[in-house]
């Protein structure tokens, strides 16, 4: 047994259990939804898990049972944790987010081991990420950060600025955008509404983004309002795999 396998800060049960439970709450979610007038389809709803400081051995088991994308916050922990699980049984197709703040020197190596960026905010980072993409991998998966509370303690674009950086994104040949990503301000705002207003506009005026199709918004606590709201991804951490270590 490898080590991915030796370390569970949770009982394995407990951990399924919890996932499953997850995945439940996405069901029904999306069905008051459609009991509300907007059809949502669960299978049009992905589950993000986010394994930020949790151990490798939590991870294979959420991923032989089926989770497949993890995202992670720490480039030098996910790093390793992709490493090591590249060999693991049940765990070589899975996809990895970027859902942490990025530096400018970290670039290079998210480039090389994500397949999806969700906290891009600037032109100076999507220039990196695009140079440094390897020829040999497919285009990184982007989304937007927008700070749409316009919050000064939290990053992202503002919303006027996003135009913008959608013009410029769409130019680089290894950058694939996909959409947006927030962290709103407070449950009970209207950030996913407006959210979703945005995420429209924009759909409708770059028709040339033909994979314009994903809205990362809702975790643990707001998930059923943000899946109401368009939400194509939910982040979901300490619900899956209990308290940070």
């Excluded at 990196?128 to 749409?148: E, K, Y």
């Excluded at 209207?190 to 028709?207: G, V, Y």
């Excluded at 059923?224 to 939910?234: F, K, R, W």
Aim: proline residues 3%; glycine residues 6%; contains cysteine.
């Amino acid at each position: 047994m490898s080590q991915a396998t030796d370390n569970l800060d949770l009982n394995k049960d407990e951990l399924i259990n919890n996932w499953q439970h997850v995945g439940q709450q996405i069901v029904t979610a999306c069905q008051k939804a459609s009991e509300n007038g907007r059809k949502v389809d669960a299978s049009g709803v992905t589950l993000l898990a986010v394994s930020k400081t949790k151990p490798v051995a939590m991870i294979a088991a959420l991923a032989q049972a089926g989770q497949r994308d993890f995202g992670e916050n720490y480039l030098q922990e996910a790093i390793g944790k992709i490493t090591e699980l590249k060999n693991e049984e049940g765990c070589q197709d899975l996809v990895w987010h970027y859902i942490g703040s990025i530096q400018r020197n970290k670039t290079r190596d998210i480039a090389e081991h994500f397949d999806w960026v969700q906290t891009l905010e600037r032109d100076i980072i999507a220039k990196r990420l695009n140079d440094q993409r390897p020829d040999s991998l497919p285009p990184l998966n982007v989304l937007i950060q927008v700070n749409i509370d316009e919050e000064e303690s939290k990053s992202g674009c503002h919303p006027r600025e996003v135009d913008a950086l959608v013009n410029t994104i769409k130019a680089y040949p290894k950058l694939n955008l996909r959409g947006l990503m927030i962290i709103p301000d407070k449950a009970g705002s209207d950030a996913f509404d407006r959210t979703q207003q945005l995420f429209s506009s924009i759909k409708t005026a770059h028709p040339e983004l033909e994979q314009w199709d994903t809205l990362s918004m809702g975790m643990s606590g707001d998930m059923e309002d943000a899946i109401t709201h368009g939400s194509t991804m939910v982040r979901v951490g300490t619900a899956i795999f209990g308290a940070r270590s």
